[in-house]
């Protein structure tokens, strides 16, 4: 599995768009990156994922470069309760024979009003 | 949203007795996983599931047994709670064939 390096924190101001960056050096040809956030105290919760092609869903944009060595989650207009940690995850599809997912320390996003 | 809940949620128990957690799902998910979350080792996989009475190790497996004797339910079992095992436990099933998991709200659980 490719190793992932994400910043230990950010700030971002309410109401601003949360840029967290992962980079993904490594990353094999049928690996797609996958960015989960945990809450405090809540489990961690699926935002989006994608192999090569820009994403967007109702939570976040996802932009993946076009080398693909590296990625950018975009929170739009970040909130109070965006406040999190988030992981980015490089794993292929079937994550193997178990399919799980292995998380790394992840980017502690603080929002500030 | 994916049903899953987690039983109990909060817990506390001696060194040496016996321990179970219980994770329910609403839906058919095939796959179902446990996980442990300790400060510094982020999210580890203890056991996963891939159907009924179909389980495998993961990570970090010493110490923990599971059963899936019904589709909805995936039981893991401290045989004899240590003090190492204080942790906080998500169950987690898989949607689909890709990797997006949908989590349980965790329990914690305090071995004294």
């Known amino acids: 599995d490719a190793k992932t390096t994400q910043p230990p924190s950010m700030d971002c101001a309410e109401g601003r768009a949360a840029n967290l960056p992962c980079n993904h050096s490594t990353i094999s040809g049928n690996e797609y990156v996958y960015w989960y956030r945990q809450i405090h105290s809540q489990g961690p919760q699926y935002i989006i994922h994608g192999l090569k092609n820009n994403e967007t869903n109702e939570m976040a944009s996802l932009i993946i470069t076009e080398d693909r060595k590296s990625s950018t989650l975009i929170l739009p207009h970040a909130t109070l309760r965006d406040t999190a940690v988030y992981y980015c995850?490089?794993?292929?599809?079937?994550?193997?024979?178990?399919?799980?997912?292995?998380f790394g320390k992840g980017t502690k996003l603080s929002v500030k009003p | 949203d994916a049903g899953i809940t987690q039983s109990p949620r909060h817990k506390v128990t001696e060194t040496g007795t016996p321990v179970t957690l219980r994770c329910h799902q609403t839906?058919?998910?095939?796959?179902m996983y446990w996980y442990r979350q300790d400060p510094g080792h982020g999210l580890r996989l203890i056991h996963y599931?891939?159907?009924?009475?179909?389980?495998d190790k993961g990570e970090v497996s010493d110490g923990y047994s599971v059963s899936r004797s019904k589709t909805e339910d995936f039981l893991l079992t401290l045989e004899s709670a240590t003090s190492s095992q204080t942790s906080v436990y998500f169950c987690?099933?898989?949607?689909?064939?890709?990797?997006?998991?949908?989590f349980g709200p965790g329990t914690r659980l305090t071995v004294l």
């Open positions: 987690a099933i898989r949607l689909g064939g890709g990797l997006e998991q949908f």
């Open positions: 995850i490089v794993r292929a599809p079937e994550g193997g024979s178990q399919g799980n997912l292995i």
């Open positions: 599931s891939y159907g009924v009475k179909d389980t």
């Open positions: 839906e058919n998910h095939r796959y």
